[in-house]
C-alpha cells in the first residue's frame, strides 16, 4: 500500500478494550491506516495504559476512563466492571472527543474523522454518533463466531444449549463443544457481553473483521447479505510477516509482557520441524493437573520444545521439571510471531484463540488444538475439520488433555501427516494473496481509507 501525499491528514481515534488480545490487532489495523496517509490516535483506558511495557512511537496515545483508574483488580468481578466501565466510559470518551473537536480551529489535523471501536465497547458508536463522526465497528474475533453470537441477538439460539448438534447459516454443524464456552456458565455475564456486540452494529457506517475472505467465504457471504458495509481487513498482523511492505514491522508493538528473546538462540540450534511450541496466549489459566499433564508429555515425547509459562502460572509446573535442558526451554513470554516463523518450529500447541489462529495460519505451522474457554472451541473446530490444518486433543471428563492424548497428537503432526502441512501452506499463501496489492484484504483497506481521505 502506497502512502498517499494529501494537504490534511484524515485524522482516526482507534478505540480498543484494553486486553493483549484486542488491542493487537487493532494496532496492527491502526499501523496499515498510517501507512495509507491516515492520522491515528490509539485510545484505550488509563488503568491499562499504566501497565504497558512499550507502545509504538509513531502513533499517539489518548486515554479514558473505565471507573478502576488505580487498577482492574479493584473491581470484585467482571459484572461490576462492565457496569462501571459503560458508566463512566462514554462520558470519557465523550470528553475526549470534545476535547479534540475544540482544538478544530488551532489543529486542523486534531478534528476527528472517523471513530475505529473495538465492537465490544458497542457505546462508543452512540457517542460518535452524537458528535456527527463516521464510526466503523472493528470485530476481533472470526466471523463463525461473530455470528453465532448475533444468532442468539435474533433468538434464533438459546442459552444454555439443550441440542446436541446446531445448524446455523454458511455455518458448518457444530456440537456442543464446538460452541462458544459462555453458553454453559451460569452467569450470563460474559455471553451478554459477547451478544451486545451487534446490538446497535446496523447503525456503523463500516464493519471491519479481522480475518481474510477466503478462509471465512461462505459466512462472509452470508453476512454481507446482511450487512452490505462489511469488509474482511486481516489478517491483522505484523507486516514482516506477510507481504513487508511496512518497513521495520516486526511485531505490534504494544505488550504488558517483556519477551524474553533469547529463545530464538536456541530455535537456532535446533533442526528443522524439530520443535513443538507451546503456548496458551495471555489469559488462559490452565490447572496444575493440566499443566502437569503437558509437562509429562514434553518430558517424555522425541521432539524438542518451546514452553511458554506466564510468571503467574509458574508455580502450576511440577517441581522437578527443568526450565532449561537440552531438549527443552521454557520461558515466560516471547515473541509468537518469530517463533512461528522459525524453520525449527514445526508445531504449534495452542489454545485456539483468534489472534494465535490467524497467526499459524499466515506462517503455516500445523496446529494440535487444545481449546479451553471464550471463541476457542469454534476456532479449534475450523483448524480441525475445515482447514484441516491440526488436531483438536480429546480430552477427559475434566476436559483435561492428558500426556498420551497430546503426544499422540504431537507424533501425528511432527512425523506422519503430510497432508496437514500442506493445507498449512495453503492458507499461508492465501493470507499472503489476501493482504498484497490487489488482494481482497488490501482492496478493502484502500476502500476504507480512500472513503476518510475523500470524505
Not at 50 to 67: F, M, R, Y
Request: proline share 4%; glycine share 4%; charged share 25%.
Amino acid at each position: 500500500m502506497e502512502k498517499k501525499s494529501i494537504s490534511r491528514r484524515a485524522h482516526c481515534l482507534v478505540l480498543i478494550y484494553p486486553v493483549q488480545g484486542h488491542i493487537n490487532p487493532m494496532l496492527q489495523f491502526s499501523k496499515l491506516l498510517e501507512h495509507q496517509g491516515v492520522r491515528v490516535t490509539l485510545v484505550t483506558t488509563l488503568s491499562y495504559y499504566k501497565n504497558l511495557q512499550s507502545v509504538p512511537p509513531s502513533i499517539a496515545i489518548e486515554t479514558i476512563s473505565d471507573g478502576f483508574d488505580n487498577g482492574i483488580s479493584d473491581a470484585e468481578e467482571f459484572k461490576a466492571y462492565l457496569e462501571r466501565f459503560w458508566q463512566v466510559g462514554p462520558e470519557t470518551f465523550a470528553q475526549l472527543l470534545e476535547k479534540l473537536g475544540e482544538s478544530k480551529e488551532d489543529d486542523d489535523d486534531e478534528h476527528v474523522d472517523c471513530v475505529v471501536y473495538d465492537s465490544c465497547l458497542p457505546w462508543a458508536l452512540d457517542v460518535a454518533k452524537r458528535f456527527g463522526i463516521v464510526a466503523a465497528s472493528y470485530l476481533t474475533q472470526s466471523m463463525s463466531v461473530n455470528s453465532i453470537y448475533y444468532h442468539l441477538l435474533l433468538g434464533k439460539l438459546k442459552a444454555p444449549l439443550t441440542q446436541h448438534e446446531i445448524f446455523l447459516p454458511s455455518l458448518p454443524k457444530f456440537h456442543l463443544q464446538d460452541m462458544p464456552s459462555f453458553f454453559f456458565d451460569e452467569d450470563h455475564t460474559v455471553l451478554d457481553f459477547g451478544v451486545a456486540q451487534f446490538s446497535n452494529i446496523h447503525k456503523a457506517d463500516w464493519i471491519l473483521c479481522n480475518t481474510f475472505y477466503e478462509l471465512d467465504q461462505e459466512i462472509v457471504d452470508w453476512a454481507v447479505k446482511i450487512w452490505p458495509n462489511l469488509k474482511t481487513i486481516g489478517p491483522n498482523v505484523p507486516s514482516f510477516f506477510l507481504d513487508k511492505r511496512c518497513e521495520n514491522d516486526e511485531d505490534y508493538g504494544v505488550t504488558m509482557y517483556k519477551s524474553e528473546e533469547y529463545c530464538m538462540e536456541w530455535l537456532n540450534d535446533k533442526p528443522k520441524g524439530s520443535v513443538v511450541y507451546v503456548s496458551f496466549g495471555s489469559m488462559v489459566k490452565l490447572g496444575e493437573e493440566q499443566m502437569e499433564e503437558i509437562a509429562c508429555c514434553l518430558r517424555e515425547c522425541s521432539s524438542y520444545f518451546l514452553w511458554v509459562v506466564r510468571a503467574s502460572e509458574e508455580t502450576k509446573l511440577p517441581k522437578d521439571f527443568e526450565k532449561k535442558t537440552d531438549k527443552g526451554l521454557i520461558v515466560t513470554w516471547c515473541s509468537q510471531l518469530k517463533v512461528l516463523a522459525h524453520e525449527a518450529v514445526g508445531c504449534f500447541v495452542t489454545h485456539c484463540g483468534w489472534n494465535s489462529t490467524l497467526e499459524t495460519v499466515c506462517l503455516g505451522v500445523p496446529t494440535v488444538a487444545i481449546p479451553c474457554w471464550s471463541d476457542q472451541n469454534t476456532n479449534a473446530k475450523y483448524i480441525a475439520d475445515v482447514w484441516k490444518i491440526g488436531i483438536r486433543a480429546s480430552t477427559d471428563e475434566k476436559k483435561v488433555v492428558h500426556a498420551e492424548s497430546l503426544e499422540h497428537c504431537i507424533k501425528e503432526i511432527m512425523e506422519r501427516n503430510k497432508e496437514m502441512k500442506n493445507n498449512a501452506i495453503r492458507w499461508k499463501t492465501l493470507a499472503l494473496r489476501a493482504v498484497s496489492e490487489g488482494g481482497s484484504s488490501y482492496e478493502n483497506i484502500i476502500q476504507f481509507t480512500n472513503s476518510l481521505l475523500h470524505s
